[in-house]
Structure formats: C-alpha cells, structure tokens
C-alpha cells in the first residue's frame, strides 16, 4: 500500500479530493505486459478492443484500464487480477460480496465519467455494486511511468437512478454519465476497505 500524494479543490475535473498514484517499473511493466493479454482484444468491429487504440498504440484502452486497477491496487492493498478471462472481467475489485469496477479515463471526458450500457441494440447491466472513476494523467511507454488521479465513486444504485444517458461519441453506443462532482470522495472507500481487509 502507498499513501498517496492527495489533492485537494485544485483538480479541475472533480473540484474535490483525489488521490495522486503513479505507476512506475515494474507496475507499470505489468500493466503494459498484460495489455496484450486481455479477453477485450477478441472484440471485432471498429470500436471492439477499444477506442483509444491506434496503429502506433495497439493497447492503449487495455493499459489504461491496468493502470487505473493498479493505482486503486496500491491505494488499498488489494491484488490486481492481470488474467485473461472468457468474455471479461465481471469485477476488478471484490471486498466481502461488494465487487468493484475501476474506470479511468483518459482526459478527464469534460469532469464525468462514462459507463456503457447499449451497444447498438444490445443492452449492457451493470454488474458491480461500486464504481470508481479516475483520470490517466500521464502515460509515458519509453520512460514506463503512468500518473493517476483516482476521483472517486458511486455505487449501482445511484447510478442506475440519477446517471444521464448520452450517445457514445464514436461510434453506436449509449453511456451513462456520472458527474465527477458527484462521487463520493475516494478516502471514504479506502478506509472501508482497510478496515475490512
């Protein structure tokens, strides 16, 4: 576990308290490893393995997503699953019964966080009772250094009654969005978590 760097009121996307993490050696070579080997990367269609991939960053979105399970890993002590599932991951994080999912974005998406829940016709539940909502503020592949900002989180249930749904910016999809300023500060759920674990 690290004690993080936290900040306060002068992060824009959130305007509360977050949770500075970076992610360096070998975390972060863990995280660039096991990018290539994720379920997601089977998904076909433009979008399939994930929109922030390109020619010159084959596994950016599967990175990203590492990272961010990472940094909360380092917040909290909890171990990081890097195994390649059939059809995904249901959780990232399960504390007791409570299963948790990390997203972290990579820009800060103008202070909210997405959720897919449609893809074309297809509709997507949520699954866990808690998500957690942070921002890639850095992400370095020559140096293997990656910086976090891990906001906060909501759980299922508030989500499902005050998210906003908003078509996906790329592609055939809808997402919820989950205003930043919104969640609940991530302080409160690593103490939880400490004193459970």
């Known amino acids: 576990m690290v004690e993080p760097k936290w900040l306060s009121g002068r ?25 290539f080997h994720r379920w997601s ?22 990175r ?6 990472m940094a909360f890993a380092k917040l909290t002590g909890l171990p990081v699953d890097v195994e390649e599932h059939q059809f995904g991951d249901q959780y990232d994080f399960m504390v007791r019964d409570v299963t948790m999912d990390i997203k972290l974005s990579s820009n800060g998406n103008h202070g909210v966080g ?30 293997e250094r990656a910086g976090t900002l891990i906001l906060g989180y909501q759980t299922r249930e508030w989500i499902e009654l005050n998210a906003v749904e908003a078509p996906g910016r790329a592609g ?26």
């Open 11 to 35: 992060v824009s996307v959130s305007k509360q308290e977050a949770a500075h993490v970076f992610i360096e050696g070998d975390d972060y070579l863990v995280c660039k490893k096991y990018a």
């Open 41 to 62: 990367n089977q998904k076909k269609g433009p979008w399939g393995s994930g929109i922030l991939n390109s020619e010159d960053d084959e596994r950016r979105t599967e």
């Open 64 to 69: 990203l997503g590492l990272i961010g399970e």
């Open 114 to 143: 997405f959720l897919k829940i449609r893809d074309n016709d297809v509709v997507i539940p949520l699954k866990c009772r808690v998500y957690i909502f942070g921002v890639c503020t850095l992400d370095d592949r020559e140096r």
């Open 172 to 197: 055939d999809w809808t997402n919820l969005e989950i205003p930043f300023n919104q969640l609940i500060p991530i302080r409160d759920l690593i103490e939880q978590i400490k004193n459970v674990v």
